[in-house]
């Protein structure tokens, strides 16, 4: 069984697309998925430093105990948790996936936007 993981929000409407999008683009069978109300903001601004232990700290368990092979933060259209525009919210998902790949060198990790038809589109 291979694993990655999703950094997503906690908005159900992203949850499947998400899902979907990882399981073929890193070839795997399972996506653990760690939520929150806009976790790209949340990492990126690293101000609440609790809240980034805790989103690491679950990212942790599906690295160590699961294998993860990649990491995917996510950002999408009408966040309530993050309601920046899509600009904005593609500088605080890169900002966090520079923030992941220090954390996580030996895993891939990449930026991911759910746009308002809910297609998922890689941040770059």
């Known amino acids: 069984m291979r694993f990655c ?3 997503n929000c906690m908005d159900g409407r992203v949850q499947l697309p998400v899902i979907q999008y990882l399981q073929k683009r890193f070839n795997v069978d399972f996506v653990d998925s760690v939520t ?3 976790p790209n903001l949340i990492l990126s601004e690293a101000r609440n ?3 980034i ?3 690491l700290s679950r990212v942790n368990i599906s690295v160590e105990h699961h ?3 990649g990491i995917a933060v996510v950002g999408h ?3 309530a948790g993050n309601p920046a525009s899509r600009d904005e919210q593609g500088a605080h998902t890169l900002n966090a996936v520079q923030l992941l790949r220090q ?3 030996n895993v891939e990790v990449t930026g991911l936007w759910v746009d ?3 297609d998922v589109h890689e941040v770059n």
Do not use: L, R
Request: hydrophobic share 25%.
């Open 36 to 38: 929150e109300a806009g």
């Open 5 to 7: 993981t999703a950094i």
């Open 49 to 51: 430093n609790n809240s």
């Open 116 to 118: 308002s038809h809910w």
């Open 53 to 55: 232990q805790s989103i």
């Open 77 to 79: 259209h009408s966040c």
């Open 67 to 69: 294998g993860s092979v």
């Open 103 to 105: 954390q996580y060198e």
